[in-house]
């Protein structure tokens, strides 16, 4: 293969790469209504661990998280291994091991219509802001085989894991779409939970950050050692301006 036509294939594969992942994102956006923001700062220790217990506890039954370790989750969050081992590891797994949930593909297709994503990767692909209003979407909706359905991704598979905290939320139409189906206008609390709308904005904020934080541990070193650059930065331009008073000072 000549080097114009190795060119010109690679710049094609390049080309065909960036249209596909245009298009994912143009569905992505299609897919759902606005999206809140979710206000997640993966700097916050107290919320990084309060959304790992809240994970393991709702969602870990589940979602695998397969490219995190309880060893490296114990790290990065400050926990001992007991209390990882104690509190958030339910599956038995080694400490040095997978997050892996104990439900088989075949089990969540037999249950849910299909096996349960990985979410390793959900707030990479998704955003966080996506991921924090989808799980504050869910309502009631008896023409679904589970009974659940979301406004922000229409005819989910999944129940809503976090009803007995939210409560229960019934949804309110408008106007019909073209396929002269009812449009949902927005929700209401039929039924309260045991949290109020801001603790449970909280509760989904926590889950949110620790799903951040997963699908890019390395930014909790990044931002760590951000500070140590500038306060260097800070130190070289200071003796470069002294280094150049001094400079000045002999040609003067």
Same mark, same amino acid.
């Given at each position: 293969m000549t080097d114009h036509a190795f060119a010109r294939k690679f710049f094609a594969r390049i080309a065909t790469t960036v249209a596909g992942l245009l298009l994912s994102f143009g569905a992505f956006a299609a897919a759902g209504g606005p999206v809140e923001q979710a206000g997640t700062d993966i700097g916050d220790r107290a919320s990084l661990q309060r959304g790992a217990q809240l994970y393991m506890n709702y969602c870990a039954g589940c979602h695998s998280l397969k490219f995190m370790r309880y060893s490296r989750m114990a790290e990065d969050l400050g926990l001992t291994e007991d209390e990882v081992m104690n509190n958030l590891n339910l599956t038995g797994a080694a400490y040095g091991e997978h997050i892996v949930s104990s439900m088989t593909a075949e089990h969540g297709a037999q249950w849910f219509g299909q096996a349960p994503p990985d979410?390793?990767? &959900?707030?990479?692909?998704?955003?966080?802001? /996506?991921?924090?209003?989808?799980?504050?979407?869910?309502?009631?909706?008896?023409?679904?085989?589970? !009974? /659940? *359905?979301?406004?922000?991704?229409? *005819?989910?598979? %999944?129940?809503?894991?976090? /009803?007995? %905290?939210?409560?229960?939320?019934?949804?309110?139409?408008?106007?019909?779409?073209?396929?002269?189906? @009812?449009?949902?206008?927005?929700?209401?609390?039929?039924? @309260? !939970?045991?949290?109020?709308?801001?603790?449970?904005?909280?509760?989904?904020?926590? &889950?949110?950050?620790?799903?951040?934080y997963v699908g890019e541990p390395a930014a909790l070193k990044r931002q760590q050692l951000g500070v140590w650059v500038l306060l260097f930065l800070t130190l070289l331009t200071f003796l470069a301006w002294l280094l150049k008073q001094e400079y000045w000072r002999d040609v003067h």
């Amino acid at each position: 293969m000549t080097d114009h036509a190795f060119a010109r294939k690679f710049f094609a594969r390049i080309a065909t790469t960036v249209a596909g992942l245009l298009l994912s994102f143009g569905a992505f956006a299609a897919a759902g209504g606005p999206v809140e923001q979710a206000g997640t700062d993966i700097g916050d220790r107290a919320s990084l661990q309060r959304g790992a217990q809240l994970y393991m506890n709702y969602c870990a039954g589940c979602h695998s998280l397969k490219f995190m370790r309880y060893s490296r989750m114990a790290e990065d969050l400050g926990l001992t291994e007991d209390e990882v081992m104690n509190n958030l590891n339910l599956t038995g797994a080694a400490y040095g091991e997978h997050i892996v949930s104990s439900m088989t593909a075949e089990h969540g297709a037999q249950w849910f219509g299909q096996a349960p994503p990985d979410l390793s990767l &959900i707030t990479r692909v998704r955003g966080s802001d /996506w991921v924090f209003t989808y799980l504050k979407s869910f309502y009631l909706d008896e023409t679904r085989p589970l !009974g /659940w *359905n979301n406004t922000l991704f229409p *005819n989910a598979s %999944m129940p809503n894991p976090l /009803w007995e %905290m939210q409560g229960l939320q019934r949804p309110v139409h408008g106007e019909v779409d073209d396929t002269g189906e @009812p449009v949902v206008a927005h929700l209401e609390l039929g039924t @309260p !939970g045991s949290q109020d709308a801001r603790q449970f904005d909280q509760t989904v904020r926590d &889950i949110t950050t620790f799903l951040e934080y997963v699908g890019e541990p390395a930014a909790l070193k990044r931002q760590q050692l951000g500070v140590w650059v500038l306060l260097f930065l800070t130190l070289l331009t200071f003796l470069a301006w002294l280094l150049k008073q001094e400079y000045w000072r002999d040609v003067h």
